[in-house]
């Protein structure tokens, strides 16, 4: 069975960085997509990027384009995200998602989450 | 970017009561369409993905439907462990605004 495994809650001041770990396990690391979602409170999910786990390469949402970075560790299994010049408005539960494959190929839906990631900013 | 527009916002009706749900698309997305149950506390799981396929684990009662701009997803005969906020999501990774199903 697939899990995710995700860090725990943070608290940030505003400008910081915040780095949120996803571990990976049950399934072949190196053959997914593990994409990041944010979920603000009384807001709809918010799509951030996704990374390819087997080259590294990653995409991103322009609406977080040039504050967020998703990299990934391999040996470790880990995928991790890192979200830079925090404001009060970044407070929001972090999700790691795994897409959903086909035949092997990454699609568009996430069938198995994180358990969430609590980031607080706050002065 | 392609926004998804869901309704009702809320939605009140009782166990064992059929309920149905709308997302609609600004732009046709063909059947690339997914939908998501979540709980308070708890992350989404995923119910239907490509209009109208189950996930894995996912009981018959949960159907969905549509293609272009127009989508639903059913319950059709609500449990108590459905009460729950249910998304949409596109292929381009936008998220419905979602519908609360509560208890009447």
């Known amino acids: 069975q697939v899990h995710l495994v995700q860090s725990g809650p943070e608290v940030k001041k505003p400008g910081a960085s915040v780095k949120v770990s996803c571990k990976a396990s049950?399934?072949?690391?190196?053959?997914?997509?593990i994409h990041w979602v944010r979920q603000a409170p009384g807001q709809r999910l918010q799509w951030m990027g996704w990374?390819?786990?087997?080259?590294?390469?990653?995409k991103y949402s322009q609406k977080f384009q040039g504050r967020v970075t998703i990299t990934r560790d391999t040996s470790a299994t880990t995928v991790y995200m890192e979200l830079s010049s925090l404001r009060s408005e970044d407070t929001a539960v972090f999700y790691c998602?795994?897409?959903?494959?086909?035949?092997?190929?990454?699609?568009?839906?996430?069938?198995?989450w994180g358990q969430g990631t609590l980031v607080t900013v706050s002065s | 970017e392609i926004v998804l527009t869901q309704s009702p916002a809320t939605l009140s009706l009782s166990p064992g009561e059929r309920a149905t749900l709308s997302c609609r698309t600004s732009?046709?997305?063909?059947?690339?369409l997914a939908w998501y149950q979540q709980k308070p506390g708890q992350a989404p799981r995923l119910l239907i993905y490509?209009?109208?396929n189950r996930a894995t684990g996912i009981p018959a009662r949960f159907s969905g439907s549509g293609s272009g701009t127009d989508f639903t997803l059913t319950i059709s005969s609500l449990e108590p462990e459905d009460f729950a906020v249910y998304y949409c999501?596109?292929?381009?990774?936008?998220f419905g605004g979602g519908t609360k199903v509560e208890i009447k």
């Open positions: 998602a795994r897409a959903r494959l086909r035949f092997g190929e990454p699609e568009y839906d996430y069938d198995f």
């Open positions: 049950g399934l072949d690391f190196t053959r997914n997509s």
């Open positions: 990374i390819n786990t087997a080259n590294g390469n990653t």
């Open positions: 732009q046709s997305v063909d059947r690339y």
């Open positions: 490509d209009a109208s």
């Open positions: 999501q596109q292929r381009s990774n936008s």
